[in-house]
């Protein structure tokens, strides 16, 4: 299993501005994701983070809009620039637990946008 | 492509009484299949997983799931609800061989009344 915290919890934040989100792992993985969950929908998958090399970001999203750092094993950032209201979601970390092929996912980071 | 489906946006259910929430998934390749639940205010965590063998899958809080197949369903199942089941429950498929990531279904929130 793994252990995941999220910084910070929930934030407010103002338009225009940018929001750096950090996730912790208690223990060494090769991939990380990051989720967007916005009010009452599903999890849509921004992008995955290896150590060591460039994120690769899904359909929609891009790294200007939300760059991603991964500097070892443990950690990574998800910067949500420019913001705007439509970027009020929660932000979710994961990483997959290996063999047991699940997703173990940190506590989230609610964002709301003004 | 994977995709998930799950029929019910909500359901309300009363204290005690049974419940099954239903999901659907299309893959042109073997999937696990996975169950996870989202109490408010915090991440997903496994309620339970389905990788091979026995279709009756048992996971934690007293839920099931049943895997079919011919009928590409995995509807998860309580006989007795309590209060705290009320949360926000996710259907998730994976491809056995192949993408890591995992698509989830819309949700459904489960309210269970007194």
């Known amino acids: 299993s793994a252990v995941i915290s999220q910084k910070p919890s929930r934030d407010i934040c103002q338009r225009g501005t940018s929001l750096t989100i950090q996730c912790q792992v208690d223990?060494?993985?090769?991939?990380m994701f990051w989720y967007r969950q916005q009010p009452g929908q599903s999890l849509t998958l921004i992008a995955t983070a290896n150590q060591g090399s460039e994120a690769t970001y899904e359909s929609g999203f891009v790294i200007d809009k939300f760059p991603i750092s991964r500097p070892n094993l443990t950690f990574s950032t998800l910067t949500v620039s420019n913001m705007s209201p439509e970027d009020s979601s929660i932000y979710l970390c994961?990483?997959?637990?290996?063999?047991?092929?699940?997703?173990?996912f940190g506590p989230g980071t609610r964002l709301t946008v003004t | 492509a994977q995709s998930v489906t799950q029929l019910d946006s909500q359901v309300p259910v009363f204290e005690e009484a049974p419940v099954e929430l239903r999901c659907n998934y299309s893959?042109?390749?073997?999937?696990?299949l996975f169950w996870y639940v989202q109490y408010p205010n915090q991440g997903l965590q496994l309620l339970l997983k389905?990788?091979?063998?026995?279709?009756l899958v048992k996971g934690i809080n007293g839920f099931e799931a049943e895997f079919n197949k011919s009928q590409t369903s995995f509807h998860l199942r309580k006989p007795s609800v309590h209060i705290s089941d009320t949360a926000e429950y996710f259907c998730?498929?994976?491809?056995?061989?192949?993408?890591?990531?995992?698509?989830f279904g819309r949700g459904t929130s489960l309210i269970v009344h007194p």
């Open positions: 389905y990788l091979s063998g026995s279709t």
């Open positions: 994961s990483v997959e637990g290996g063999g047991s092929y699940e997703q173990y």
């Open positions: 223990s060494q993985v090769t991939m």
């Open positions: 998730a498929v994976k491809s056995s061989g192949g993408s890591y990531i995992p698509t």
């Open positions: 893959s042109s390749v073997s999937v696990y």
